[in-house]
């Protein structure tokens, strides 16, 4: 079955950087976009980032252009997230999705990223 695992998160310092990945099995990677969003507490889930199939392709959320990076390894189907000049308001518990060939969306457990000012 499909799923999506989520690493990376962690504790850093206001300005610092972060990596995430998530990590994909139980359907063919490449064919799909994926997307990763954020939640934080209180406030509804929004979305970060986006890439195409082939990583041509990304869109971002005003709120985080120019500081974070969306890529995919399709060979090793992960999607990651590169934050930089991280703030406290990007604190939140970061998730992956994709969505399936019927439409269904498939969605990681989340990784927590805190951010001290």
């Known amino acids: 079955q499909v799923q999506l695992v989520e690493s990376g998160g962690g504790w850093v310092q206001s300005g610092g950087s972060l990596r995430l990945s998530c990590a994909a099995s139980g359907f063919t990677f490449g064919a799909y976009s994926m997307y990763w969003h954020r939640q934080a507490l209180g406030k509804e889930r929004e979305l970060v980032a986006s890439?195409?199939?082939?990583?041509?392709?990304?869109n971002y959320a005003d709120s985080v252009k120019g500081r974070f990076t969306i890529s995919r390894d399709n060979a090793k189907n992960t999607v990651y997230l590169e934050m930089n000049s991280l703030k406290p308001e990007d604190t939140a518990v970061y998730y992956c999705?994709?969505?399936?060939?019927?439409?269904?969306?498939?969605w990681g457990q989340g990784t927590q990223v805190t951010v001290s000012s």
């Open positions: 890439i195409s199939t082939g990583g041509r392709s990304t």
């Open positions: 999705r994709t969505i399936g060939v019927t439409g269904r969306q498939y």
